[in-house]
């Protein structure tokens, strides 16, 4: 089955700077990545995905990029704030039909 | 994107007692997912709950432990049965979305076994 591998597990980060969390996935056949943001309490929340046939997709100060060849697929937020706290999970699924879960990113924003 | 509403959000059992979890959507959906996330950790996919048949159960999860119920299109049950501590856990409902690719999910159920 699918393999999904998520970095770093913690992140923090100075209000404004960008963040960075990688994900590397093992299965050629998935096409499908999403994103989610969890707060404290609640569920996730989808902020982005990306789909395997594009590169890139952004969204305001969001950004996926993924790149087949190496099966590795990065979350990219800049101008970061401190409402960006969060954990950030990547998934990785074939067609929606079975998702494959990163560890997580415990991003934290500094004032 | 669907609203899923889960219940209860939060509760706190005896082991050896049995819990069951709600999940209501506010439109029909076709596939419905249960999940857990043990405390610090990432989601685990317990069983997939489809309309009319028997739930779908992954590796180390089986269905007298995790009896799962989908009588409709817009709810489904997860029962968590016979609690141990290490039954503690967020327990998560997921409902695909009509594109059959993007997922959401409710605010969780947090369990604490005691």
């Known amino acids: 089955g699918e393999n999904v591998e998520q970095h770093p597990s913690t992140l923090s980060v100075q209000e404004g700077d960008s963040a960075v969390i990688k994900c590397t996935y093992s299965?050629?056949?998935?096409?499908?990545f999403p994103w989610y943001k969890q707060e404290l309490g609640k569920g996730p929340q989808l902020i982005i995905d990306?789909?395997?046939?594009?590169g890139e997709k952004k969204d305001q100060r969001i950004a996926v990029t993924l790149n087949k060849t190496a099966k590795h697929f990065s979350l990219h937020i800049t101008e970061t704030q401190p409402e960006d706290s969060a954990v950030y999970f990547c998934?990785?699924?074939?067609?929606?039909?079975?998702?494959?879960f990163g560890t997580g990113t415990s991003l934290t924003v500094i004032p | 994107s669907a609203v899923i509403s889960q219940k209860p959000s939060r509760d706190i059992c005896q082991r050896g007692t049995s819990l069951t979890i709600q999940c209501q959507v506010d439109?029909?959906?076709?596939?419905m997912f249960w999940y857990r996330q043990q405390p610090g950790q990432s989601l685990t996919l317990i069983a997939t709950?489809?309309?009319?048949?028997?739930?779908?159960?992954e590796s180390g999860f089986v269905i007298d432990k995790f009896p799962i119920s989908r009588p409709n299109l817009t709810f489904s049950t997860l029962t968590v049965s016979n609690m141990s501590p290490e039954d503690s856990s967020i327990y998560l409902c997921?409902?695909?979305?009509?594109?059959?690719?993007?997922?959401?999910f409710g605010q969780g159920t947090r369990l604490t076994v005691v």
């Open positions: 997921s409902v695909e979305a009509e594109t059959n690719t993007e997922a959401f």
């Open positions: 299965d050629s056949a998935s096409n499908y």
């Open positions: 990306i789909r395997s046939n594009v």
């Open positions: 998934a990785a699924s074939l067609h929606g039909n079975q998702f494959y």
């Open positions: 439109s029909q959906v076709t596939m």
């Open positions: 709950a489809n309309q009319g048949s028997e739930a779908t159960y």
